[in-house]
């Protein structure tokens, strides 16, 4: 039984009034998850004020709040604490509320706009394989010792984040791999957590419509290593112009990965084709089953966070040799007959389309086209529509503008938004076609033997999101559907 006082140890305190020395059940940031003796911290939201909801949360029981304005009036028998950032302080009481289990495992964070999937689950796979119990909270999906936990967000929230981590330290997890997006860092979802250890992929123009600005993208990212403790390692991608930049302030052990510079895990690629990358690390020659440059980098991360975290190199590559990677990133399947290459990618952002045209253009044998399907969310950064429709056409032979969770948005004024800037050439090699089912289908009509079609922008995600209402839809499904048609 924990008491308020237990559960505000390392909270910054403002000023308290009632007792702290009370039994509590829980903490809640919803209020309406509010029951007998829980503590509700009022969170100022982007969309929320939780705030607002302090009175509706005592009525359901709450015997504390956590908030940064005192309410005018103050009821008979509830705690109230003030604070100076209640996210801050959710993290922290849900840390120590569910017996801070960072503390109990080794926690390590993977940021930068992509690769972090991968990159996590990669760790996962690699510990797995290396005899350990570990835990995985990631985009695509959660994972406790091989059992899958469904994912909503790239970092849940500190509540459901520490009880997810208690979770993984009751079923003997000694790792736990965890993407931190730049939301969860800005909005202290990830306050209180103890991490081993933290990598830096890369940083490209993406969430500019809630950071605003690309330099408070770098600031949310750097802020994560900031936090780091004297104990814990710092890896960045040198090859990154900002990968230094994530470093400066942090008191972490430095240490970086690079194919193109000096670094401490080094790495070179020797062969990249539909079979895997052959590559060597540090000088030792190995092949992976993984495919293209960005996994070469993906691989030396994990790598190098194996490393630090104080494993044998040989088990190390031994195992990273035969992984595959994360569902939905450059998941590809060939049809039977006619041997057309499907493609199926998480690339949502400029720089992940031009990754994964790239690593295409290298694995084509001669006169194969690239026909890519692409689209963009609905309610999302605007400004890089266009970018994304001038890369897909520009790397592309042939491309199908398509919706992508138009969610609150009208799909054809997104597929516009796409189009304005093409140059008249890249418009000859374009259709746009709303209907996401369609689009692929079209694409997959239109190649021929041996032809990539690349379906980009969903990746591992089940569903499509139109006006409010998620609907059953998967890229791979759609592909082999058609497959199975060709090969009739």
């Given at each position: 039984?924990?008491?308020?006082?237990?559960?505000?140890?390392?909270?910054?305190?403002?000023?308290?009034?009632?007792?702290?020395?009370?039994?509590?059940?829980?903490?809640?940031?919803?209020?309406?998850?509010?029951?007998?003796?829980?503590?509700?911290?009022?969170?100022?939201?982007?969309?929320?004020?939780?705030?607002?909801?302090?009175?509706?949360?005592i009525e359901l029981g709450a015997i504390a709040v956590?908030?940064?304005?005192?309410?005018?009036?103050?009821?008979?028998?509830v705690t109230y604490v003030q604070t100076e950032n209640?996210?801050?302080?959710?993290?922290?009481?849900?840390?120590?509320?569910?017996?801070?289990?960072?503390?109990?495992?080794?926690?390590?964070?993977?940021?930068?706009?992509?690769?972090?999937?991968?990159?996590?689950?990669?760790?996962?796979?690699?510990?797995?394989?290396?005899?350990?119990?570990?835990?995985?909270?990631?985009?695509?999906?959660?994972?406790?010792?091989?059992?899958?936990?469904?994912?909503?967000?790239?970092?849940?929230?500190?509540?459901?984040?520490?009880?997810?981590?208690?979770?993984?330290?009751?079923?003997?997890?000694?790792?736990?791999?965890?993407?931190?997006?730049?939301?969860?860092?800005?909005?202290?979802?990830?306050?209180?957590?103890?991490?081993?250890?933290?990598?830096?992929?890369?940083?490209?123009?993406?969430?500019?419509?809630?950071?605003?600005?690309?330099?408070?993208?770098?600031?949310?990212?750097?802020?994560?290593?900031?936090?780091?403790?004297?104990?814990?390692?710092?890896?960045?991608?040198?090859?990154?112009?900002?990968?230094?930049?994530?470093?400066?302030?942090?008191?972490?052990?430095?240490?970086?990965?690079?194919?193109?510079?000096?670094?401490?895990?080094?790495?070179?690629?020797?062969?990249?084709?539909?079979?895997?990358?052959?590559?060597?690390?540090?000088?030792?020659?190995?092949?992976?089953?993984?495919?293209?440059?960005?996994?070469?980098?993906?691989?030396?991360?994990?790598?190098?966070?194996?490393?630090?975290?104080?494993?044998?190199?040989?088990?190390?590559?031994?195992?990273?040799?035969?992984?595959?990677?994360?569902?939905?990133?450059?998941?590809?399947?060939?049809?039977?007959?006619?041997?057309?290459?499907?493609?199926?990618?998480?690339?949502?952002?400029?720089?992940?389309?031009?990754?994964?045209?790239?690593?295409?253009?290298?694995?084509?044998?001669?006169?194969?086209?690239?026909?890519?399907?692409?689209?963009?969310?609905?309610?999302?950064?605007?400004?890089?529509?266009?970018?994304?429709?001038?890369?897909?056409?520009?790397?592309?032979?042939?491309?199908?503008?398509?919706?992508?969770?138009?969610?609150?948005?009208?799909?054809?004024?997104?597929?516009?938004?796409?189009?304005?800037?093409?140059?008249?050439?890249?418009?000859?090699?374009?259709?746009?076609?709303?209907?996401?089912?369609?689009?692929?289908?079209?694409?997959?009509?239109?190649?021929?033997?041996?032809?990539?079609?690349?379906?980009?922008?969903?990746?591992?995600?089940?569903?499509?999101?139109?006006?409010?209402?998620?609907?059953?839809?998967?890229?791979?499904?759609?592909?082999?559907?058609?497959?199975?048609?060709?090969?009739?």
């Open positions: 039984m924990k008491t308020l006082a237990d559960i505000l140890y390392k909270v910054p305190l403002k000023a308290v009034s009632g007792s702290t020395d009370v039994v509590v059940s829980g903490v809640q940031i919803d209020s309406r998850k509010a029951s007998n003796r829980s503590v509700f911290v009022a969170v100022k939201g982007v969309a929320v004020d939780g705030h607002k909801f302090i009175e509706k949360a956590v908030c940064e304005d005192l309410p005018s009036q103050q009821k008979e028998g209640s996210a801050e302080a959710a993290g922290i009481l849900a840390h120590n509320f569910y017996g801070q289990p960072s503390q109990k495992l080794k926690l390590v964070g993977v940021t930068g706009t992509n690769g972090k999937t991968t990159i996590a689950t990669l760790l996962y796979k690699l510990f797995t394989c290396l005899g350990y119990q570990c835990g995985l909270v990631s985009t695509v999906e959660n994972i406790i010792t091989g059992k899958v936990i469904p994912s909503t967000h790239t970092t849940p929230d500190a509540i459901s984040l520490n009880a997810l981590l208690k979770q993984m330290v009751d079923e003997g997890c000694e790792y736990a791999f965890m993407e931190v997006s730049s939301h969860a860092v800005h909005q202290r979802r990830i306050a209180g957590l103890e991490f081993a250890g933290a990598l830096f992929s890369n940083i490209t123009h993406d969430h500019l419509d809630y950071h605003k600005t690309f330099d408070e993208y770098i600031k949310a990212k750097k802020a994560f290593f900031d936090g780091l403790s004297s104990s814990a390692f710092a890896i960045t991608n040198i090859d990154d112009k900002r990968g230094q930049v994530m470093l400066q302030n942090t008191a972490a052990k430095k240490l970086s990965y690079s194919l193109r510079s000096m670094a401490d895990f080094k790495g070179k690629i020797l062969e990249n084709g539909l079979t895997g990358l052959v590559m060597t690390i540090n000088d030792q020659q190995v092949h992976f089953r993984l495919i293209g440059e960005f996994n070469a980098y993906n691989l030396l991360a994990v790598y190098g966070a194996a490393i630090s975290l104080g494993q044998d190199k040989q088990e190390v590559l031994q195992c990273l040799s035969n992984t595959t990677g994360a569902e939905g990133r450059f998941d590809y399947t060939v049809s039977p007959k006619e041997k057309i290459i499907a493609i199926v990618d998480y690339a949502h952002t400029p720089d992940a389309l031009i990754n994964v045209l790239a690593t295409i253009k290298k694995l084509r044998q001669g006169a194969e086209q690239v026909i890519t399907v692409v689209g963009c969310g609905g309610d999302r950064d605007k400004t890089k529509r266009p970018v994304m429709g001038e890369v897909a056409c520009e790397h592309s032979d042939k491309v199908i503008f398509t919706s992508d969770n138009p969610r609150s948005e009208d799909p054809m004024e997104i597929l516009n938004d796409m189009e304005t800037g093409l140059p008249v050439s890249a418009k000859r090699k374009y259709i746009a076609i709303a209907d996401r089912k369609q689009a692929i289908k079209t694409a997959i009509s239109m190649a021929q033997p041996e032809d990539i079609v690349l379906v980009a922008g969903k990746g591992h995600e089940k569903y499509q999101e139109i006006k409010g209402v998620k609907h059953h839809f998967d890229d791979k499904e759609v592909v082999q559907e058609m497959f199975e048609l060709l090969n009739k």
